[in-house]
Nanobody, 122 residues
Framework: QVQLVESGGGLVQPGGSLRLSCAAS????????MGWYRQAPGKQRELVAA???????NYADSVKGRFTISRDNAKNTVYLQMNSLKPEDTAVYYC????????????????WGQGTQVTVSS
């Protein structure tokens, strides 16, 4: 399996910026796509942004133009640069990896990180 370790959350004022990182580790795997999701209290988990191994990206409408997802394939790490943060961005942010084990490249698996809290407040 794959282990995901997130970092970079915290408290920031409205209009501020944060950068989240998620590093995948393990053995004998190939990452197909990675993404960031978030879950605010009382709400369902939602997709924030995702990126494929080829670099194609997808964003939630609410973050387009403010957030940027990128990845370092050599390090199996995905980043989320969050600018112009708003109070409604407050949530626990989770990293997700879609991957295949080299022993069975045809099967896709997924794993989640433990989550990191982002709080936007003055």
């Amino acid at each position: 399996q794959v282990q995901l370790v997130e970092s970079g959350g915290g408290l920031v004022q409205p209009g501020g910026s944060l950068r989240l990182s998620c590093a995948a580790s393990g053995s004998d795997f190939s990452i197909n796509a990675m993404g960031w999701y978030r879950q605010a209290p009382g709400k369902q988990r939602e997709l924030v942004a995702a990126i494929t191994s080829g670099g194609s990206t997808n964003y939630a409408d609410s973050v387009k133009g403010r957030f940027t997802i990128s990845r370092d394939n050599a390090k199996n790490t995905v980043y989320l640069q969050m600018n112009s943060l708003k109070p409604e961005d407050t949530a626990v942010y989770y990293c997700k990896a879609v991957f295949s084990l080299l022993s069975d490249i045809t099967m896709e698996n997924e794993d989640w990180g433990q989550g990191t809290q982002v709080t936007v407040s003055s």
